[in-house]
Structures are given as C-alpha cells and as structure tokens.
T-cell receptor, first 110, second 113 residues
Framework: SQQGEEDPQALSIQEGENATMNCSYKTSINNLQWYRQNSGRGLVHLILIRSNEREKHSGRLRVTLDTSKKSSSLLITASRAADTASYFCATDVNDYKLSFGAGTTVTVRA | GAGVSQSPSNKVTEKGKDVELRCDPISGHTALYWYRQSLGQGLEFLIYFQGNSAPDKSGLPSDRFSAERTGGSVSTLTIQRTQQEDSAVYLC???????????FGSGTRLTVV
C-alpha cells in the first residue's frame, strides 16, 4: 500500500509561474524524498529532507516538511517547459524500502 | 557503469509466454530494487536485494514472478506464463546506502497481448 499521497493529481501552469504540490503521509518517517519522472520512464531523485529538517532548497526547488501534520510540499519557482513531468514523494517504510505516492502531473505551458 | 541500465527497453509478448527483464545497477551499489508502475499509477514495490540475497520479496504479486541477482551486480526479473495484467513499466533502482536516494533505470515497458 502507498504511504504518501500527492495533491493535486494534476497541475497546469504558465511558464515562469511557480508550481506547488503537496504530499501527505500516514506513519512516522526518518526522511522524505521527491522524485521527478519524465515520459513515464525512470525517476530522477530531486531532494531528500530529513525528519529533523523543516525546509530545504536545491536550485529552483524548495521543499518543506511538517512532521506534526505529516505533510510535505514541493515548490518549483520560475517554472520552465522542461519542468513538465510527474513528481512523486517517497517516504521510508523501513531502513531499506521507500513507498511512493501516485504522483502529481505538472504541465508547464509556453 | 555510469547509471542503472535496464534491458530491453520495450518488450511485447504473447500471453502465456515467459519473459526476462535485466537490470545492471551502478557499480558498488549493494542495494537493488524492482518496482512496477502501471499506467498512470504510483510505484509498486516488488523485491529488494542486498548483495545477492533478497531479504524482502513481499511485493512479488504471485509465484509466476521471481528474481535473482548474481555477483552482487546484475539482476534478472522473470515472469512466467505472462498475463495481460502484467503489462506495466518495470523499474529497477539501486542505491549505495539503502533509502538515501535511489538511482533508477529507464525501465522496461512490458506489453502482454
């Protein structure tokens, strides 16, 4: 069963705008990760945030984590056409396994 | 290698036939995972290898599915007597330190007709 759930399922924005997506999970975690998937193939690891961190940045990406609400958000600033993809959050089920949500599909319009 | 390599990238097979999917992980990555992704869905865990052993096979959907890993490197996922519901993208991932960031291959898109 999936631990994380992304919201919204789909998002369409204009190039240059920001995109925000959320992830909620059910059980306590040690870390939460975000991945991107282009064209339904391999996933690319974007960022990992540990349970004792509240915010993390990587380039145009900003991730927040609220363990009290069991939720995380991914913000992509100044979006580009190349950001069109599906984005997945993943939480550690144990010390070796990740559980992935169903993903948010982001479309960036030129 | 530089990345995780999966072959074939696409496979069309007739219902009832056996298929083998191959994964070549990043050199030195001891952990290897197989996931399955059906159309528009999230990733479904299949199996985890640490070295050549598989401590967690809990995600394999039926006894038609099996996997092995040899030399702590290449892994093969075998599906016997394929069914139409086996159609999906099969993704392999490896990592150096378990959950701290997986590197995925590009997947094998399996279509059972």
């Amino acid at each position: 069963s999936q631990q994380g759930e992304e919201d919204p399922q789909a998002l369409s924005i204009q190039e240059g705008e920001n995109a925000t997506m959320n992830c909620s999970y059910k059980t306590s975690i040690n870390n939460l990760q975000w991945y991107r998937q282009n064209s339904g193939r391999g996933l690319v690891h974007l960022i990992l945030i540990r349970s004792n961190e509240r915010e993390k940045h990587s380039g145009r990406l900003r991730v927040t984590l609220d363990t009290s609400k069991k939720s995380s958000s991914l913000l992509i600033t100044a979006s580009r056409a190349a950001d069109t993809a599906s984005y997945f959050c993943a939480t550690d089920v144990n010390d070796y396994k990740l559980s992935f949500g169903a993903g948010t599909t982001v479309t960036v319009r030129a | 290698g530089a990345g995780v390599s999966q072959s074939p990238s696409n496979k069309v097979t007739e219902k009832g036939k056996d298929v083998e999917l191959r994964c070549d992980p990043i050199s030195g990555h001891t952990a290897l995972y197989w996931y399955r992704q059906s159309l528009g869905q999230g990733l479904e865990f299949l199996i985890y290898f640490q070295g050549n052993s598989a401590p967690d096979k809990s995600g394999l959907p039926s006894d038609r599915f099996s996997a092995e890993r040899t030399g702590g490197s290449v892994s093969t996922l075998t599906i016997q007597r394929t069914q139409q519901e086996d159609s999906a993208v099969y993704l392999c991932a490896s990592s150096f330190q378990e959950v701290y960031g997986y590197t995925f291959g590009s997947g094998t898109r399996l279509t059972v007709v």
